[in-house]
């Protein structure tokens, strides 16, 4: 009798931690950015679903020695993008909105954390 109840309440626990989602760690949508490429020409990348509470350093614009910042952010994800003008989110910053905030050129980056 009692192995049969530890062989329930264990399969019991187990489904429990099955059936309870997860909590979301990415931002869902994208996040647009302009840079400055090799050649001197502007180009543009994208970061598709991006972590949510984790720095991403911008690689393009990750060197201040060798690069210029990157610019024209364009938030179309469900989170708050805050984007810093150093690498390491350090430095300066400013909160684009949920899919819809945007930068100007003037806006200059080289890091963004999404917030959950």
């Known amino acids: 009798m009692r192995l049969r109840t530890a062989v329930v309440a264990a399969a019991s626990a187990l489904t429990l931690l099955i059936a309870v989602p997860g909590s979301a760690s990415a931002a869902t ?12 020409q502007p180009r543009q990348e994208r970061l598709f679903d991006p972590e949510s509470d984790e720095c991403v350093v911008i690689p393009e614009a990750a060197d ?33 909105r949920a899919f819809t ?11 963004v954390v999404f917030l959950p």
Request: hydrophobic share 25%; aromatic share 10%.
């Open 29 to 40: 949508g994208e996040f647009e950015y302009s840079y400055v490429g090799l050649d001197g």
């Open 64 to 96: 201040p020695n060798s690069s210029e910042p990157a610019f024209s952010p364009r938030n179309r994800t469900n989170a708050v993008a805050r984007v810093f003008t150093e690498a390491d989110c350090t430095g300066d910053h400013f909160d684009l």
């Open 101 to 111: 905030g945007r930068g100007s050129e003037r806006l200059k980056l080289r890091s």
